[in-house]
């Protein structure tokens, strides 16, 4: 009996110990992504319920810390997000004005590009799991880069 509390006692700890490390990994990689998502990016492509999006075009994004600012021909949106770079594909939640208005999404970002796919009608549809956009939907999805830094 003895020994198969030690053993339950031994396998307790492993696990938390395991759980544990995987909670600082996931904090390291939400800053990571958090720090790479920051600055101004410019859409290059854009599209939205299986068609091009033509009032995103020439939009610029600015991100500064978790709160973001899109400019486009028609106006300006401000909002908040929260990244989960633990799932696959990665995770955004992009937050509205409204406490109940989230648009649940997916991200890819590196240092030069950005991808973002998400549901605009706040939680309807879920999550999308690839970077396309369909007909009678209302997922959004916006292709950015870094903009050109001009010689002088």
Known sequence: MGC?????????LLLLTAAL???ADDKDKEKEDTKMFQGVWVV??????????SDSQDATLTIDG??????????EHRGTFRLDPKKKPKAIDILGPKEDQV????YEVTADSLKICWDQQDKASGRPTEFVTKANTDLRLLVLKRPEKKKE
């Open 103 to 106: 648009g649940l999404g997916i």
């Open 21 to 23: 490390g995987t909670t």
């Open 66 to 75: 978790g709160k973001f600012t899109i400019k486009t021909a028609k106006g």
């Open 4 to 12: 198969s509390r030690r053993f339950l006692l031994a396998l307790g």
């Open 44 to 53: 290059t492509a854009a599209d939205f319920a299986g068609a091009k999006d």
